[in-house]
């Protein structure tokens, strides 16, 4: 998409958290003060609630799209008051389902497997979250 519309938006940095609440609280806190014009964060972590936290410790909650990944109890309430917009489930559970099966059909039933086991995305927000919190 970016390269599509190369205009539209600017990626501002790639920052590593190593999946620490403290290094992703305090990468979301650096990115906003050093770009006051940020219009959105995406968090590709389980970390989103720290990320989310920091949002809102920097007023910008409501201000900046925040997009995370993946359904935590612990981001749930962000997306319920609005701070976080929405999150990429990739349904955890599915896929650990889906590779155990796979090896159990390919050594146990001789069944080949391939090329690919896709599992679809959903998108989580505030007005579907009922549908998914069995999940967290």
Known sequence: VI????NAMQVVGTYETFDSEKLAYESVIEVI?????????????VNNASACKAVE???????LVVIGTDLTREN???????????????DPYRQG??????????????????PNNYIKPDIINKYNLKYFTCYS
Request: glycine share 12%.
């Open 3 to 6: 390269y599509a519309y190369p």
């Open 57 to 63: 410790d920097s007023r910008k909650a409501g201000e």
């Open 97 to 114: 389902y889906n590779a155990v099966k796979i090896l159990y059909d390919v050594i146990a039933g001789g069944q080949r497997f391939g």
């Open 76 to 90: 749930m309430p962000y997306i319920e008051n609005g701070t976080m917009q929405s999150v990429i489930f990739q």
């Open 33 to 45: 003060g050093e770009n006051p014009d940020l219009s959105g964060v995406y968090i590709n972590t």
